[in-house]
């Protein structure tokens, strides 16, 4: 007998963000699969949600992605939400020192996985005429952030594929939405803040302060604000909201303060 719960996958959800939405789903009644490339990571999923629950994958290969699938496709008839989460830092520094090698694995996880991973799910989605599409994008993707080009480059991709979809498929009810958070509170942020440091010749904590000030609130968002924008989303009180990029970062006043330029 299939399982009548909704389903959403969910790519990288084995810790951070994504680990916080596949909890806040799984609370409204949804079942869910991760793809994520940390093995370990992905056994305590299965521990939490369930053996069918997460494949390891690295999303930034398409080959990989099409696999992956494939067992998501064996463990469930259906796909009503899609939360495109895998992402990474990337490299820190001014441009002309960044490499092509950093420049292209950022591309290739932040932005080609939305891609490989979009383009199969998008058949299930018209077959039942529902669905929802949600980018994880950034605040950087509304504006820019210095030192961070080949973030800043995915993230307003992220953008404007979740506007581009929204046109392409709101015919079938399916609707597709960028978030935009800002600096979320947990270990990313803190490499970043280091890695970020160390680039401009700072003390971790000064930085960290600056971060801290970049927005009214004077504060880090925390993973479950982004979950929680996920499940109004794709709830009903959501269903007229497509093509948007929804910023959750305590309005951002800048990412730039020139006063710390190298």
Partial sequence: MADPRPVALISAAASGIGLAVARSLVAEGYSVFTMDSNETSVHAFRAEFGERAAVVCNVADSQQIDTAFDSFKQAFDRLDVLVNNAGVAGPIGPVEDINVTDWQQTID??????????????????????????????????????????????????????????????????????????????????????????????????????????????????????????????????????GQAIAIDGHTETLADHTLAP
């Fill in 109 to 242: 996880i932040n932005l080609n996985s939305m891609f490989y991973l979009t383009r199969l799910a998008i058949p299930l989605m018209k077959q039942q005429r529902s669905g929802a599409i949600i980018n994880m994008s950034s605040n950087a993707g509304l504006g820019g952030c210095p030192f961070r080009s080949p973030y800043v480059a995915s993230k307003w991709a992220a953008i404007g594929l979740a506007k581009t979809w929204a046109m392409e498929l709101g015919a079938w009810n399916i609707r597709a939405n960028a978030l935009c958070p800002g600096a979320v509170n947990g270990p990313r942020i803190d490499r970043v803040i280091q890695q970020d440091a160390l680039a401009r010749g700072i003390s971790t904590q000064q930085l960290r302060q600056v971060y801290e000030g970049q927005n009214s609130l004077n504060r880090f968002v925390e993973t479950d604000d982004i979950a929680a924008m996920v499940c109004f989303l794709i709830s009903e009180a959501g269903r007229n909201i497509s």
